[in-house]
């Protein structure tokens, strides 16, 4: 039986054909390893571009002995003395004791041009100074405060593409964009006050941050959603009388002339602008020619310092005064508001401002010295005052209080909505 055997022959390649073949093999390995070193490359630049540590040039400023720091990792704080100048790192934290003089008790310059400055009873924990290393692409300051009061002045962005400076408090995270000033408080809640700029706050409570523009403030305590407001305090209690004299302190007081007749006070409601509100008069019949002071004062106790204004304003109606002008010393005026405060050197400060509503021939209406001003007001009219106390000079840095008073032999003046509004 004869066996069929078949005998498969490949066709025959070209010495041609097959050296094409080699060379695009080999191009292609070239072009895979070009492409791998290059993604390589790239990975290894992204990275380097990416890394980030912490930064140094950071400074902390003493303005008094009630500073000091705890480094990263200790408990035990260190003093700083006043007027030096020491370097703040990442980790540590800086405090302020509540006995702290007003005004600012320190003052951090971070690397970056961002500043911080630091009142009374205030702790502030650096937690992240960072940015990258090789490159201008992250930024980031992250702050813990626990208490306290700071106004902080976040650097602008220049040429990072991102930027972050972020505070935590007890009750809130709260975001701040670069290029602006805030003013934070921590007590029993968190208050953030934007001056210029803008911030985001975010609670457990919101599922969605609060923003918060130029001009505004938000306040939020534990428990409760945060409130958006006007950023203004009023610093002076029942200015509208509507709690009689509750907060407070009248007094007639007489002069060593050996007067007699007391200065009492009135409460009554008068339509005021068109709206019926409650006035409060000071008033001295049968005085003749001796002097007596009716004083109506409260109490402030209020650190100016962080504010840029202090307005106080009320509603003045003079019905009578017996002397002209001010009198023949230039300082009994039918009504005054004394400011008591002090300076940035700590020395106590009075300033009065007095109120007329005629002169003659004889009587001054100059306070002696520096003590006081002066100024002219329609009779028997009310009135709107308007006055600046962060204008005098020395500026003041903290209220002590305010006196509404009325000085001379016989007076009536009607004083309504008081206020003392800082921003």
Known sequence: MAILSVQIIPPSRSPQATARLAWLVLGLSWIGFLLICTLSGYGLWHLRASLAGPQENNTLESYTGAVSRIYAGEVRPITIPSGQVVALAEGETVRVEKGAPPGTAALVTLWEGSTLQLYAGTQVTFRRLQATLYSERFREVALEVPAGQLLLGVARAGSYQQVRFVVYTPFARVELAAGGNYLLRVGRGTEVAVRLGEASLFTDLEGTPVSIAAGQKAVVEAGAPPQV?????????????????????????????????????????????????????????????????????????????PYHSVLLEFDLRIDYQSQPGGGPLGVDYPFNVAVRYHDAQGESRRYTFGFYDHTARGALTDFPGTEGEAHLVPHYRWTHISLELLELRPRPIFLDGIELLASGNDYKAWVANVSLSAR
Do not use: K
Request: net charge negative.
């Open 229 to 305: 407001e006007p950023a203004r305090w009023q610093l002076l209690r029942n200015g509208d009388f509507a709690q009689g004299l509750a907060y407070w302190r009248f007094r007639s007081e007489q002069t060593a002339d050996g007067g007699q007749v007391d200065a009492t006070y009135i409460l009554d409601q008068q339509r005021v602008d068109g709206n019926w509100t409650w006035t409060l008069g000071l008033n001295r019949t049968g005085g003749t020619r001796d002097r007596c002071l009716a004083i109506l004062s409260q109490e402030i106790g209020a650190d100016l310092s």
